[in-house]
Structures are given as C-alpha cells and as structure tokens.
C-alpha cells in the first residue's frame, strides 16, 4: 500500500462518475494495474539493500498463499520476538487501512483464523464454517 490517498481500485474519491462510462472504467482498470506494478516496483526497492534486518513477504498466485520470514539479529531470542511482531503489526494496520476498520477488528479476525485453521485460507471460500 502507498503513501497516496487514490482508492486501491483506482475508483475516484468523489461521486462524480457517471454511470455506464465504460471508458472510464477501461482507464481505471488500467490505473489499478499500473498502481499494483508501482508498488510491486516499491516492495522490491525495500528489498535491494544489505542493510535489512527482518523480511515477511506474502504473495497469492492462483489462489495460493505462500510467505516466508527472515530475520538476522544478535540481540537474542526477545529481539528476534519484538522485530517479528513489529512486522506483523504493520501489516496489521496496513490491512486495517485498507479495509477501513480498526486495527484490534483485524488483529482480532487475523487471530481466530489462525487458530481454526492449518493453513491460511487464499481466499474466503476457504474458510471454515461457523
């Protein structure tokens, strides 16, 4: 996610779109995809580096999830522990932005679904039932 205040669907923030405007939706489709290849181009940049310290990366491929996690440290066990979960509270927050909705509602949802589950579901299909 960047910086920007754009809607991750390219979609403007105003209501002044008309409706049926296929060309429109042509270029927000477009912006979509060109937003996604910049911030592809960004997660790389945040890659290209020696000085790194701890990595997660996510990434979906045909409804696939696969992460790894990567860290290198010589403060012992609890630094490794605080650097984990700094990371996995940003993507906490990161999700929360997205969604719209506090970070403790996705820290929360995040938490029981890792509990019913093996592995994390790929998409909503994959969900347990309640």
């Not at 605080?82 to 938490?111: I, M």
């Amino acid at each position: 996610m960047s910086d920007d205040t754009t809607p991750v669907d390219g979609t403007p923030s105003s209501d002044g779109a008309s409706d049926g405007d296929e060309t429109a939706a042509a270029e927000n489709e477009t912006d979509a995809g060109g937003e996604f290849a910049a911030e592809l181009d960004r997660a790389r940049g945040l890659l290209d580096g020696d000085d790194i310290e701890a990595v997660h990366v996510g990434v979906v491929r045909d409804g696939e999830v696969d992460t790894t996690f990567a860290q290198r440290a010589d403060d012992g066990p609890e630094g490794e522990g605080l650097r984990a979960l700094a990371l996995l509270a940003a993507h906490v927050r990161l999700v929360a932005s997205e969604a719209g909705v506090e970070p403790a509602a996705v820290a929360g949802d995040a938490a029981t679904l890792a509990g019913r589950v093996d592995r994390i579901p790929a998409s909503t299909d994959d969900l347990p039932e309640e």
